[in-house]
């Protein structure tokens, strides 16, 4: 998951520069990334409030915190 945001994200930024520094005509391809992103990144909230509520536990505070309870 993490892989395909990071190329997502980079794909749209690599699009909206080529938009903004070369008349490229991909206004379309842009936004179908940018539609992509934010679908990935709602699936991926998604899944982190799912996993917490399956394994109890918080998984936010986990990963802000680099620390995961002990089992």
């Known amino acids: ?3 395909s945001l ?3 994200i980079s794909s749209a930024c690599a699009t909206g520069y080529m938009l903004t520094s ?3 005509g991909g206004e379309k391809v842009h936004d179908a990334l940018a539609n ?3 679908a990935l ?4 909230v998604l ?4 996993v917490s509520f399956e394994h ?3 998984l936010v505070k ?3 915190r680099a620390r995961k309870r002990e089992l």
């Open 41 to 44: 990144v709602a699936l991926h």
């Open 36 to 38: 992509a992103t934010l």
């Open 62 to 64: 986990a990963m802000s």
């Open 1 to 3: 998951m993490i892989i």
């Open 6 to 8: 990071i190329v997502m």
């Open 47 to 50: 899944g982190v409030i799912l």
């Open 22 to 24: 070369v008349y490229w």
């Open 56 to 58: 109890r536990e918080n």
